[in-house]
Each structure stands twice: as C-alpha cells, then as structure tokens.
C-alpha cells in the first residue's frame, strides 16, 4: 500500500473567525488552549511571539497581541472540506485532527504515476485554500510521522527507504501518533534518547515496562511490522460547506474566485456518493449596517446532471455577474439541494451521431445563468390543429406540464420551422396567384385545417407549400371562413418559413 498525508499545521490559525469584532490584516493574532499558544499570524511572528509559548510569556513580548481560543468545531469543518476535495484523488481517506492521510497504490495508474498524483494533491490542497505540508510512504503511521516531524525528505516509496528516514524522526514527533505523557517524555529527555532510531534500539521488554505497550505498538505500524487498520471517512448525507473571506467583498470578482474554491469540495462528494447535481444554491451573508439584511440565497438549476465543475464555475461567474449585491458580503456557503444517481459517462473511442447532448445543455444552463430562466424558454405542443395555438413557450426550467402532443394535432405534412406571429396578406395577379417577390408556384396538394369552434376562433384553411423566384419554400394558404371569402375569395397569407 502507499499513503499520502495531508498535515495542516496552521489549522487552528486558519479556522478562525476572521469576522472577529476588531480582526485586521496587520493586526497581530495568536490561538491559544490551556494557556499555551497553539498558532500564531506573521504579524505576531514578527514581534517574537511563538508558537508553544504560554500566553503570559506572549503578552509580555507583545501587548497588542490578540489571543483568541482554539475552534475545534471550525477545525474538523476544514479538515472534512480538503478532505473531500481529496476525494478526487481516491475514496480511501481517513480524517485526523489536523489534516488527511489517503491511501492511493490504486490510483496510481489513472493519474500517471506517483509524481501526477503527488503535483494533484497539492494543487487540489491549494485549490482548497489549504497550507498543508505532504509525505508520502508506504505505510499510514509513516506517511503522518513524516508529514508533521518538519523533516525535509518525505517522499518514501520503498519500506527499507523509509525505515531509514523514519530513524531519523525526532521523538517529540511521536505525540502525533500517540499520547506522550510529562514522565514519559522526561524520561526520555534522562536516557538521551533524541531520535526514534535510538528509541527503538531500546530494550523491547524494558520499553514496554516504562513506557507502555501503546507506543512500541505505534512504532510497529509506523514501520510496517503490524496491521494498522484505520477507519475510512464517510462523506455527510448533504452537501453544505462555508467560506468566510478574509476581506468584505462589494464585487463579483471575489465571489466567484471563493465559489471556485468551494467547487472542488463538492465534486470530491459527488464522487463519494455517485452522484450528479441538479440543483445548486449559496448564500450570501452581508455584512450588517445600522439595520440587519437577510441573507441573499441564489439558485442555479441544470438542464441536465453535471459533475463537471468547470462548468459550474462558469455558470456561477455568469450568476454572480448578473446579480447586484444589496450590501457587502463576508461568507458564502455553497449548498447541494438536489442530486440523483450518477455512475457517470462511459468513454467511447469515437462520438456518434446524436452525442451533442451535453453540449446542448451546458449551453442552455449558460444563458439561463447569464439573463435568467424566465427569458429562456422552450415551445410546448397543445393539442390544437391551428398552427399558431399548436405550441406554446414555457420557461425552460419548468418540467411540469410538458406532456407530448395527441395524434389528433400531429400532422405528417411538413412543418415550417419559423411561424409567423401573425400572418402576412399576399397580392395576387391577374390569374388569382399569390405574389411575394414574384409569382409563387404551389408544390404541395391542400391540407385544409379546420378548428377552433369550440372557443369562439375559428379557422379553415387550405395550407399550401410554395416557392418563389428566390428558391426559398414559403407556408401559405388561402382562407376558407365564410366572412373572409365572402369579403375577398381569393385571399392568401403567408404563415411561415422553411428553414
């Protein structure tokens, strides 16, 4: 097996609330738990606090420093956020406190080998808005050991490579695999004992009396000696993740660029899920005024279901560009509220005739996105022989109702493709021909329609195909209506074109 580790090591930094009454960019930050500073911005660096003191020893250095207490519910909502962008990589992934270990020897053959899928992972961390440190070893302990001891090497493919560098470990490394107590580590400190190669030449019998079984257990697994069975992650039943940014934001630009960071996290769960979306929503918190706003909730529908995130972002830069902020706006949250099954599309080594499919449809959420789906609209049959009631435009977003046309209003006489709104009276000549830039020649026998007595509109017609001097097949016909021939029996209309 071969494990990539994931390690976030400002994680409690990057939790933070960064709507924090009084939170600035220059302003120096520090997070602490049990008196002892678990992480610290550059500000604060750069006025000598660090990471480990205790809050009394920072403050003595640094007045002005702002302590806030560590989120550990905001924490395990980023580490389950990269751990799904992760998911693109492979389903095996295991969550710990403070990053993600992911078991790939299957995936490497479908990224191209461990470099691809080492260059992915960190793009997809990044991508994340992850600072995170990698290793990469062949066992789960090792790849975790490697990635938060601060070594430099960290990618090891062969076992005996990474025993090796493993000896190389300092022993305070070893709490991130189990708990070190005080006299344990003071122990330690009295034998000498600095490196985990030296802790494990050790007596064995010895090691274990004073120092626990739990360690020379976690040492074992580290070292592939034993099983170290790990419990997989479970993606959520929905789909709901936030990003708070880090300035207020007035324009789309900075919408769209943290939507696009968002996106990742949700392919990573339609792909745990075997799922496609249907339905999309984000919410746009704004900051409050003098008066409370609520939340700006957008919407965006698929034609068809999608797990291609390129176009998702595409859609949403449309959305957001369109859309006019009420106030500014300092966290979104990104939300699934419709998906169906999805086992998605098998490849073929040519396209045949008929698979324009998603093109069509990634061009119809495209307009829909960009001037709304009230204006984009398709053509509904109704069940009427007059050819102006036959149809009728409904909003492309709205399913119900879309029933097929009855045989009665089918017709298998052709069909202009461009109807007339309203039917343009034609001349005729001497010989009672219809005119339209010339004589028309008629090319088809009569297909009279009669109907419409039921609501007070009725029509007969006898509907002719002609042609004129220009070559162009127009839809004519002459009008039946006992009023109309009555007042000119030799009326004609033109009522449409072909395309």
């Given at each position: 097996?071969?494990?990539?580790?994931?390690?976030?090591?400002?994680?409690?930094?990057?939790?933070?609330?960064?709507?924090?009454?009084?939170?600035?960019?220059?302003?120096?930050?520090?997070?602490?738990?049990?008196?002892?500073?678990?992480?610290?911005?550059?500000?604060?660096?750069?006025?000598?606090?660090?990471?480990?003191?205790?809050?009394?020893?920072?403050?003595?250095?640094?007045?002005?420093?702002?302590?806030?207490?560590?989120?550990?519910?905001?924490?395990?909502?980023?580490?389950?956020?990269?751990?799904?962008?992760?998911?693109?990589?492979?389903?095996?992934?295991?969550?710990?406190?403070?990053?993600?270990?992911?078991?790939?020897?299957?995936?490497?053959?479908?990224?191209?080998?461990?470099?691809?899928?080492?260059?992915?992972?960190?793009?997809?961390?990044?991508?994340?808005?992850?600072?995170?440190?990698?290793?990469?070893?062949?066992?789960?302990?090792?790849?975790?050991?490697?990635?938060?001891?601060?070594?430099?090497?960290?990618?090891?493919?062969?076992?005996?490579?990474?025993?090796?560098?493993?000896?190389?470990?300092?022993?305070?490394?070893?709490?991130?695999?189990?708990?070190?107590?005080?006299?344990?580590?003071?122990?330690?400190?009295?034998?000498?004992?600095?490196?985990?190669?030296?802790?494990?030449?050790?007596?064995?019998?010895?090691?274990?009396?004073?120092?626990?079984?739990?360690?020379?257990?976690?040492?074992?697994?580290?070292?592939?000696?034993?099983?170290?069975?790990?419990?997989?992650?479970?993606?959520?039943?929905r789909f709901e993740v936030r990003r708070e940014?880090?300035?207020?934001?007035?324009?789309?630009?900075?919408?769209?660029?943290?939507?696009?960071?968002?996106?990742?996290?949700?392919?990573?769960?339609?792909?745990?899920?075997?799922?496609?979306?249907?339905?999309?929503?984000?919410?746009?918190?704004?900051?409050?005024?003098?008066?409370?706003?609520?939340?700006?909730?957008?919407?965006?529908?698929?034609?068809?279901?999608?797990?291609?995130?390129?176009?998702?972002?595409?859609?949403?830069?449309?959305?957001?560009?369109?859309?006019?902020?009420?106030?500014?706006?300092?966290?979104?949250?990104?939300?699934?509220?419709?998906?169906?099954?999805?086992?998605?599309?098998?490849?073929?080594?040519?396209?045949?005739?008929?698979?324009?499919?998603?093109?069509?449809?990634?061009?119809?959420?495209?307009?829909?996105?960009?001037?709304?789906?009230?204006?984009?609209?398709?053509?509904?049959?109704?069940?009427?022989?007059?050819?102006?009631?036959?149809?009728?435009?409904?909003?492309?977003?709205?399913?119900?109702?879309?029933?097929?046309?009855?045989?009665?209003?089918?017709?298998?006489?052709?069909?202009?493709?461009?109807?007339?709104?309203?039917?343009?009276?034609?001349?005729?000549?001497?010989?009672?021909?219809?005119?339209?830039?010339?004589?028309?020649?008629?090319?088809?026998?009569?297909?009279?329609?009669?109907?419409?007595?039921?609501?007070?509109?009725?029509?007969?017609?006898?509907?002719?195909?002609?042609?004129?001097?220009?070559?162009?097949?127009?839809?004519?016909?002459?009008?039946?209506?006992?009023?109309?021939?009555a007042r000119d029996p030799g009326a004609w209309?033109?009522?449409?074109?072909?395309?």
């Amino acid at each position: 097996m071969l494990w990539i580790a994931l390690h976030l090591p400002h994680l409690p930094l990057q939790a933070l609330r960064w709507s924090h009454p009084g939170f600035e960019a220059t302003l120096a930050v520090a997070v602490a738990e049990q008196h002892r500073l678990l992480g610290v911005n550059r500000a604060a660096r750069a006025l000598g606090v660090q990471t480990g003191q205790s809050v009394a020893t920072a403050l003595s250095l640094a007045p002005e420093l702002l302590v806030l207490p560590r989120d550990l519910r905001r924490e395990a909502e980023v580490v389950e956020t990269v751990a799904l962008a992760l998911a693109a990589l492979t389903p095996n992934l295991v969550l710990q406190p403070s990053g993600v270990l992911l078991e790939v020897q299957g995936s490497l053959r479908l990224f191209g080998g461990v470099r691809h899928l080492w260059r992915r992972a960190v793009a997809l961390a990044q991508t994340a808005g992850a600072q995170a440190r990698l290793a990469l070893a062949p066992t789960a302990s090792a790849a975790w050991l490697l990635a938060t001891s601060g070594i430099t090497r960290r990618r090891m493919l062969r076992a005996t490579a990474c025993a090796r560098q493993l000896d190389r470990v300092p022993v305070a490394a070893l709490a991130e695999l189990v708990p070190i107590a005080p006299r344990q580590a003071e122990l330690l400190q009295a034998l000498g004992v600095q490196r985990v190669g030296e802790l494990r030449r050790l007596p064995r019998a010895g090691l274990q009396r004073r120092l626990g079984k739990a360690l020379s257990v976690a040492l074992d697994r580290a070292y592939g000696e034993q099983p170290d069975p790990r419990v997989w992650f479970m993606p959520p039943e929905r789909f709901e993740v936030r990003r708070e940014l880090l300035q207020r934001a007035d324009d789309a630009a900075v919408l769209v660029a943290t939507v696009e960071a968002l996106l990742p996290a949700l392919r990573g769960w339609l792909q745990l899920k075997w799922h496609a979306a249907i339905e999309l929503s984000l919410r746009l918190r704004h900051e409050h005024g003098r008066e409370p706003l609520p939340d700006t909730v957008l919407r965006l529908q698929l034609s068809t279901p999608s797990r291609d995130m390129n176009q998702l972002a595409l859609l949403w830069r449309e959305r957001l560009q369109r859309h006019a902020l009420a106030a500014p706006v300092y966290e979104l949250g990104l939300a699934l509220e419709g998906s169906v099954p999805h086992g998605g599309t098998p490849g073929e080594l040519l396209t045949g005739p008929g698979q324009t499919g998603g093109e069509h449809a990634a061009l119809l959420d495209r307009l829909v996105a960009r001037v709304g789906a009230e204006r984009v609209r398709r053509f509904m049959p109704v069940a009427d022989h007059r050819p102006e009631r036959a149809q009728r435009g409904v909003p492309i977003t709205d399913e119900a109702g879309l029933k097929p046309a009855s045989a009665e209003a089918s017709s298998a006489l052709p069909r202009p493709s461009w109807l007339l709104s309203t039917p343009q009276p034609l001349a005729v000549d001497d010989y009672g021909r219809p005119l339209h830039g010339g004589p028309l020649a008629l090319c088809s026998r009569a297909e009279r329609i009669e109907g419409g007595w039921f609501d007070g509109g009725l029509v007969r017609r006898d509907y002719h195909v002609a042609v004129g001097a220009d070559h162009r097949l127009r839809w004519i016909y002459r009008e039946r209506c006992s009023a109309v021939a009555a007042r000119d029996p030799g009326a004609w209309f033109l009522h449409g074109w072909f395309g």
